[in-house]
Antibody
Framework: QVQLQESGPGVVKPSETLSLTCTVSGGSVSSFYYYWTWIRQPPGKGLEWIGYIYYSGSTHYSPSLKSRVTISLDTSKNQFSLKLSSVTAADTAVYYC??????????WGQGTLVTVSS | QSVLTQPPSVSAAPGQKVTISCSGSRSNIGNNYVSWYQQLPGTAPKLLIFENNKRPSGIPDRFSGSRSGTSATLGITGLQTGDEADYYCGTWDNSLSEVVFGGGTKLTVL
């Protein structure tokens, strides 16, 4: 079972870029068939899928966020990252990193709350 | 508004059985495996059921899943107060080309 831990700023100003990192232990981000996924949950609301990066480096993003999202791998640090540009208050959420198959993330980080506020 | 439709809440007494429905369409549930997640208060979601009806190791057989057509159902028997949580269904949507989730169902064990 893979362990994941999110890290990054808890507050981001409107119009700036949100940047989060997920550190993986108990497994390698270069492992075959693993999809490294980001999912978010606005306060008091449901889950929203952001996108994933495959172990090979190929990516797939939610069409509604695609123009603002970048997910990348850092194999030297066994991490993967999320960048979300031009944030607004609507991007305030708990952000989770997860791993597993594309449509079935099975291991999740504990989540990190990011608030968009000036 | 979520692509998959779940009832906002369900409730039942300890020891009883409850079912949670998840309704979709041919582009999602109708042609893809369904997963279910349990989110206890203040914690991250946890995979409960995958591929419609399979349980990861460590998940008790009190939890079960099924799929019929464009709907899926999560069943929980022998309810315990520790089962109080939000439950989400999820699957891939071929038309939207993304993972979609239900809006979540809050289970109360009375």
């Amino acid at each position: 079972q893979v362990q994941l831990q999110e890290s990054g700023p808890g507050v981001v100003k409107p119009s700036e870029t949100l940047s989060l990192t997920c550190t993986v232990s108990g497994g390698s981000v270069s492992s075959f068939y693993y999809y490294w996924t980001w999912i978010r949950q606005p306060p008091g609301k449901g889950l929203e899928w952001i996108g994933y990066i495959y172990y090979s480096g190929s990516t797939h993003y939610s069409p509604s966020l695609k123009s603002r999202v970048t997910i990348s791998l850092d194999t030297s640090k066994n991490q993967f990252s999320l960048k979300l540009s031009s944030v607004t208050a609507a991007d305030t959420a708990v952000y989770y990193c997860a791993s597993g198959l594309a449509s079935r993330p099975s291991d999740w980080g504990q989540g990190t709350l990011v608030t968009v506020s000036s | 508004q979520s692509v998959l439709t779940q009832p906002p809440s369900v409730s039942a007494a300890p020891g009883q059985k409850v079912t949670i429905s998840c309704s979709g369409s041919r582009s999602n549930i109708g042609n893809n495996y369904v997963s279910w997640y349990q989110q206890l208060p203040g914690t991250a979601p946890k995979l409960l059921i995958f591929e419609n009806n399979k349980r990861p190791s460590g998940i008790p057989d009190r939890f079960s899943g099924s799929r019929s057509g464009t709907s899926a159902t999560l069943g929980i028997t022998g309810l315990q107060t520790g089962d109080e949580a939000d439950y989400y269904c999820g699957t891939w949507d071929n038309s939207l080309s993304e993972v979609v989730f239900g809006g979540g169902t809050k289970l109360t064990v009375l």
